[in-house]
């Protein structure tokens, strides 16, 4: 067992929650420091995959999660015409596969709950804006009210897409905001079919409904951020009409809509990072690889990279040789996602017609060749190793 390290967890996400809770369970003294003022859930439901389930499995708080979520067990694609797209069953994976549709706070709560079991130091309130490296390599992390954190052996930066860890840190990123993002919201719906059911039109129009568990149901929109003032204009009446005549099945949701307040407008970035650690400092989730969520993967990466972390941590001595070996693990399963992600983003959110058109033409065939099948509900499933290869070892 290497020795017992200070460790910054810098971000109380989902990465950062089952980092913190396994270094910790490790014998390490971790600290989280959180940004927010008061610890909870923010953000809409999610698909909780098979990769990301093998995480709460291992972490024993799968069942309690699942039991407040939706089992799902396709992704469900059509055009507003009615004619089927796409139809990725997660069985096609391995049989008995499926997905969990599920409100972040029930996942939150869960890993809330493991870090309180563990003592960890949180810290909230603490938006980390700097850093200063001391010769010996220790790293003290200064907050946005100057208040000093550390010295920190090793600092972990899972402080989500806008990492400032990132930005500050002098790592090699590109970064870029889409121009499209997601209208969303959650309210009481039951009785929809066990899939997540999208709606698309032309190249920017994108319906999604996916049950969540508790009685409850995600509906989201997908837009142009500058076209959302002239939504807004239009008027509520109009946005409702036009949904509805994507998906009937939505009627249920919208009824419950009576203002745009109730609606919440979410961005994507991409985040390509060529090397995730700087000194003693490492990147993981959203902070490292953030993706725009077309194929619903960002928690289940999340988590598994967290896993893998605190992993290598236990198997080497030297904090570098850990991080070496971690990203050596990574890579071509994260770089594979992220690829993908962004191949696909553009032909279902973009302005261009060509896109759409292929989409709508070579979609419904690919399923057809059975190998094709397998490796889209694999990769959909969070479970494809890479481009070459098949399914991961977690
Ligand atoms: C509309 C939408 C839908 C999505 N749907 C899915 C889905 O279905 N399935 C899926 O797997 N993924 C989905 N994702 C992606 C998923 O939400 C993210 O990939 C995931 O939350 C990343 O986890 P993380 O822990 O890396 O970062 P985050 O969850 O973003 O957590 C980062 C944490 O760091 C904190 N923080 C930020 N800056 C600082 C700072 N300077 N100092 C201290 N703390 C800081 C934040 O407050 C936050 O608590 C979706 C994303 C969007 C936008």
Same mark, same amino acid.
């Given at each position: 067992?290497?020795?017992?390290?200070?460790?910054?967890?810098?971000?109380?996400?989902?990465a950062?929650a089952?980092?913190?809770?396994?270094?910790a369970?490790?014998?390490?003294?971790?600290?989280?420091l959180?940004?927010?003022?008061?610890?909870?859930?923010?953000?809409?439901?999610?698909?909780?995959?098979?990769?990301?389930?093998?995480?709460?499995?291992?972490?024993?708080?799968l069942?309690? !999660?699942?039991?407040?979520?939706?089992?799902?067990d396709?992704?469900?694609?059509r055009?507003?015409?009615?004619?089927?797209?796409?139809?990725?069953?997660?069985?096609?994976?391995?049989p008995?596969?499926?997905a969990?549709?599920?409100?972040?706070?029930?996942?939150?709560?869960?890993?809330?709950?493991?870090?309180?079991?563990?003592?960890?130091?949180?810290?909230?309130?603490?938006?980390v804006?700097?850093?200063?490296?001391?010769?010996?390599?220790?790293?003290?992390?200064?907050?946005a009210a100057?208040?000093r954190?550390? *010295?920190?052996?090793?600092?972990?930066?899972?402080?989500?897409?806008?990492?400032? !860890?990132?930005?500050?840190?002098?790592?090699?990123?590109?970064?870029?905001?889409?121009?499209?993002?997601?209208?969303?919201m959650i309210a009481?719906?039951?009785?929809?079919?066990?899939?997540?059911?999208?709606? !698309?039109?032309?190249?920017?129009?994108?319906?999604?409904?996916? *049950?969540?568990?508790?009685?409850?149901?995600?509906l989201?929109?997908?837009?142009?951020?500058?076209?959302y003032?002239?939504?807004?204009?239009?008027?509520?009446?109009?946005?409702k009409?036009?949904?509805?005549a994507?998906?009937?099945?939505?009627?249920g949701?919208?009824?419950?809509?009576?203002?745009?307040?109730?609606?919440?407008?979410?961005?994507?970035?991409?985040?390509?990072?060529?090397?995730?650690?700087?000194?003693? !400092?490492?990147?993981?989730?959203?902070?490292?690889?953030?993706?725009?969520?077309?194929?619903?993967?960002?928690i289940?990466?999340?988590?598994?990279?967290?896993?893998r972390?605190?992993e290598?941590?236990?198997?080497?001595?030297?904090?570098?040789?850990?991080?070496?070996?971690?990203?050596?693990r990574?890579?071509?399963?994260?770089?594979?996602?992220?690829h993908?992600?962004g191949?696909?983003?553009?032909?279902?959110?973009?302005?261009?017609?060509?896109?759409?058109?292929?989409?709508?033409?070579?979609? *419904?065939l690919?399923?057809?060749?059975?190998?094709i099948?397998?490796?889209?509900?694999?990769?959909?499933?969070?479970?494809?190793?890479?481009?070459?290869?098949?399914?991961?070892?977690?």
């Amino acid at each position: 067992m290497p020795s017992s390290h200070r460790i910054a967890v810098v971000g109380f996400g989902m990465a950062g929650a089952v980092a913190a809770y396994l270094l910790a369970r490790d014998g390490h003294k971790v600290a989280i420091l959180e940004r927010a003022a008061s610890l909870g859930p923010i953000g809409a439901g999610v698909l909780l995959q098979a990769s990301g389930q093998e995480i709460l499995r291992r972490l024993n708080v799968l069942q309690r !999660v699942a039991d407040h979520a939706a089992p799902i067990d396709e992704l469900f694609a059509r055009q507003a015409s009615g004619r089927t797209m796409n139809q990725t069953r997660f069985a096609d994976f391995a049989p008995g596969t499926i997905a969990y549709g599920v409100h972040r706070g029930v996942l939150f709560t869960a890993l809330q709950e493991l870090v309180a079991k563990e003592k960890i130091d949180v810290r909230s309130g603490c938006a980390v804006d700097a850093r200063e490296v001391a010769s010996d390599g220790t790293v003290t992390l200064i907050d946005a009210a100057g208040r000093r954190h550390g *010295p920190f052996d090793l600092v972990i930066g899972a402080d989500g897409s806008r990492s400032r !860890v990132r930005d500050t840190g002098g790592f090699d990123a590109r970064v870029r905001d889409y121009a499209h993002g997601t209208l969303w919201m959650i309210a009481p719906g039951e009785g929809l079919p066990r899939r997540l059911l999208q709606v !698309v039109k032309g190249p920017s129009r994108l319906f999604g409904l996916l *049950p969540l568990g508790d009685g409850l149901v995600t509906l989201y929109w997908g837009l142009r951020h500058a076209d959302y003032p002239a939504i807004k204009a239009r008027g509520l009446p109009a946005l409702k009409e036009e949904l509805l005549a994507f998906a009937p099945e939505a009627e249920g949701v919208l009824s419950q809509v009576h203002g745009f307040e109730q609606l919440l407008l979410t961005g994507y970035r991409r985040v390509h990072v060529r090397r995730w650690d700087s000194g003693r !400092v490492i990147l993981i989730g959203d902070a490292a690889h953030a993706m725009s969520p077309h194929l619903g993967q960002g928690i289940n990466l999340a988590m598994i990279d967290a896993w893998r972390l605190a992993e290598e941590l236990r198997r080497h001595e030297s904090i570098e040789a850990a991080f070496a070996a971690f990203q050596d693990r990574q890579r071509d399963y994260i770089r594979y996602y992220q690829h993908v992600t962004g191949f696909l983003a553009p032909f279902f959110q973009s302005d261009s017609k060509i896109l759409a058109l292929g989409r709508d033409v070579v979609l *419904p065939l690919l399923p057809r060749v059975p190998w094709i099948r397998r490796q889209m509900a694999m990769t959909a499933c969070g479970m494809k190793r890479g481009f070459l290869g098949g399914a991961i070892e977690i």
